[in-house]
């Protein structure tokens, strides 16, 4: 009996777990992610998460905007992000699905036209990363299937110039799309539909950026001049690396659904004020909405402290493309505009051969158009938006830093990289009158990568917001 009752153990045990895995497979659900889905994903959730990020707390820093009530991070208190101010987790989330496609492009050759965009938008995605944080896990970053959990602090120099760092990526990206003889369509894309010359114009475009990035530490004149000959470049605004919001949910602009208390604690800020009234800049009523007070473009300094008695409908809020009209609204990869100004700049400095102001006045035309703006007549004529050699450099970052109101936090990386445009003090600072050069690693990282980030908060003095990363020389 004892035999008896062991044998029919081992009959249950042996009857319950064979042909267990495929019982339990479902053979209609895909066992990989489609990379157009992802690809799909990546591009409009990030934007959509930065878009966002961006608008709450990008553009305090770059003083587009100012912040009242539960202003911690408008005082620069940037340990303590609040509607926003911690991008750490869009980014890795947005370049770990990156790597996944990545992986698929080159582990299955009915996938290989993702292998372009994918590098294409890890190299976007590195750059936007280390231009914020300085030295940040790259190399062993999204690299989890492999059992890398605590992956080391990479060196920003090293994640810029360094095999499968952003420049190489991007020289390989065009490589692999100029090569590509596949008949597959490129899927799930929402920038130049399925185009993959588009993707070559952006990758060009993004790497003359990041060389502009870095030109102050590092010979990039060679690599400039290259590429200021390669037709293959954005020359107007339907070459753009971008995409439209929708007029209303579930695709539009996210802070078109937000409660409308929050959205109004953001008001012009006197930064904002001060430049677009000097140049009379007709954008400002496109941008921004009038005072319910005084029905003028009044801005308020940044970092009040939240005690202050102040009469909100004195000042001028956000524009109704940011809320009722976000359908005019789109999500900046990449731009001709932008891409003049750095050639304008490029060509200022002598880094390549090229008509300076010509350049500059059609990165202007193309952003006023960006901002469905009619161009006054005389606005580059006359006035302080007219070409002057030598106040050049602080024209085209001035004009670009019009134009990104919203992207990300572009206007602050131009702002450290060029000192321009001057950006006032805070009202009531909490970083001891200093203006801030970088994001803080979050907390978390201390508490899941404490032996890596304890040696990158070392080089950063304490994980200091004043300490500069490696291109923002003073």
């Not at 996944?100 to 299955?108: A, C, G, H, K, V």
């Not at 993707?199 to 990041?210: E, M, P, V």
């Not at 602080?394 to 134009?403: F, G, H, L």
């Not at 600072?429 to 979050?442: A, I, K």
Request: aromatic share 12%; proline share 4%.
């Amino acid at each position: 009996m004892k035999h008896f009752f062991s044998l029919l153990l081992v009959l249950l045990l042996f009857g319950c777990t064979e042909d267990f895995t495929d019982i339990n497979t479902n053979e209609n659900a895909p066992a990989v992610v489609q990379p157009e889905l992802l690809l799909r994903q990546v591009l409009y959730g990030y934007g959509d998460d930065m878009s966002y990020e961006g608008f709450v707390a990008g553009n305090l820093l770059s003083q587009h905007f100012a912040m009242i009530d539960f202003n911690l991070f408008d005082r620069h208190a940037l340990n303590s992000p609040q509607e926003g101010g911690n991008p750490w987790d869009i980014l890795y989330v947005h370049l770990r699905d990156t790597e996944t496609i990545l992986d698929l492009s080159q582990t299955n050759p009915a996938r290989a036209v993702y292998e372009g965009p994918a590098r294409v938008m890890k190299a976007y995605l590195a750059m936007t990363l280390t231009d914020l944080f300085g030295d940040v896990p790259y190399f062993g970053a999204a690299q989890g299937r492999s059992g890398i959990v605590t992956p080391a602090y990479d060196d920003q120099e090293d994640i810029y110039l360094g095999e499968d760092g952003i420049l190489d990526n991007l020289l390989r990206a065009v490589q692999v799309m100029e090569d590509y003889q596949g008949t597959t369509p490129l899927n799930g894309d929402i920038l130049f539909d399925g185009d993959l010359n588009g993707w070559i114009r952006f990758a060009n475009a993004l790497r003359f950026k990041a060389l502009m990035r870095i030109s102050d530490v590092q010979d990039v004149s060679a690599d400039l001049a290259q590429l200021a000959t390669d037709t293959r470049r954005m020359t107007t605004n339907e070459d753009n690396a971008t995409f439209s919001f929708a007029a209303g949910p579930p695709n539009s602009f996210a802070f078109a659904t937000a409660r409308v208390g929050i959205f109004n604690v953001f008001l012009m800020s006197e930064t904002a004020e001060e430049i677009l009234n000097e140049l009379n800049d007709p954008r400002t009523g496109v941008l921004y909405r009038t005072s319910a007070a005084n029905d003028d473009f009044n801005g308020i300094i940044n970092g009040i402290d939240a005690s202050s008695a102040i009469v909100p409908d004195q000042f001028a809020r956000p524009g109704t493309i940011w809320r009722e009209n976000t359908g005019d609204l789109d999500f900046n990869y990449m731009t001709a505009w932008e891409l003049d100004f750095l050639a304008a700049e490029a060509a200022l400095k002598g880094y390549i051969s090229a008509d300076a102001q010509a350049l500059y006045e059609s990165g202007v035309e193309k952003a006023f158009a960006y901002w469905q703006t009619e161009l006054p007549a005389d606005y580059l004529t006359t006035g302080p938006a007219a070409w002057d050699e030598a106040n050049g450099l602080e024209q085209i970052i001035t004009q670009k830093w019009i134009a990104s109101i919203g992207n990300a936090y572009e206007g602050w990386a131009e702002w450290r990289r060029t000192g321009f445009p001057a950006l006032r003090p805070v009202e009531s600072s909490l970083n001891d009158g200093l203006y801030p050069v970088r994001m803080p690693y979050p907390s978390d990282e201390q508490a899941l990568n404490f032996e890596n980030y304890q040696s990158a908060a070392a080089a950063t003095d304490g994980n200091s917001i004043n300490a500069r990363v490696w291109w923002d020389v003073e």
